[in-house]
């Protein structure tokens, strides 16, 4: 199993960045996928953007030239840079781990873009 921890989110406006970290508690090359899904209140978990042990990225189509999804596999950790930030991608994002067959989710970190 995979203990997975986020940091980085937060409060800001409009138009600005965030980034967000997401530490793994073994070596992120033994896991087939990680990634960042969000969920609002009432809504499901969405995919917001995904890497695989191969290096393949994908993004969720609302996110798709403003989010940026990297890993570094010498700390363990993968990263979402968020630009462009709308009121809209106000959520608790989440980071996921695919590992064996079995999903992992960290705790959660909220994320709060003001108009």
């Known amino acids: 199993q995979v203990q997975l921890v986020e940091s980085g989110g937060g409060l800001v406006q409009a138009g600005g960045s965030l980034r967000l970290a997401c530490a793994a508690s073994l070596r992120i090359l033994r896991i087939s996928a990680m990634g960042w899904y969000r969920q609002a209140p009432g809504k499901q978990r969405e995919l917001v953007a995904r890497?695989?042990?191969?290096?393949?990225?994908n993004y969720g189509d609302s996110v798709n030239g403003r989010f940026t999804i990297s890993r570094d596999s010498a700390k363990n950790t993968i990263d979402l840079q968020m630009n462009s930030l709308k009121p809209e991608d106000t959520d608790v994002y989440y980071c996921?781990?695919?590992?064996?067959?079995?999903?992992?989710w960290g705790q959660g970190t909220q994320v709060t873009v003001s108009s």
């Open positions: 996921g781990a695919t590992l064996s067959g079995r999903d992992y």
């Open positions: 890497i695989t042990s191969g290096g393949r990225t």
